[in-house]
């Protein structure tokens, strides 16, 4: 079994996915305010913490702990969906592209490594 190699072509990809995705979580507070019975301070708690937790996820990966809190962001999204359907519809797509960055940007940086 190969060892994980994650690097400059992981974390950047990466950290492209969760910086639209903080723009997302920033407008899906419009989504949550329209689609659900939440009220105007919750739904921009929700959508505002949740952009905060990617902007977090972002400086964190250069470290392991940050891929994992991206990971837990991508379930928490689509949970979210739950609240509001236009959500689970855009989190299943972030959580799409996110998986697509990781393995390919791992796969980059393994073959980087082997030259």
Known sequence: MSEVVRGRATRGMCSAVLSFEAVMML???LV???FSTLSVPVAATL???MAAVCL???????RPSGYTLGHALQVAMIAMGA???PILSIGLLFAGLWVAAYLIGMRIDRDRAIR
């Open 27 to 29: 407008l899906s507070i």
């Open 32 to 34: 949550l305010n329209g």
């Open 47 to 49: 959508g505002g913490g």
């Open 56 to 62: 977090l996820a972002i400086g964190r990966l250069g």
């Open 83 to 85: 609240l509001a359907l």
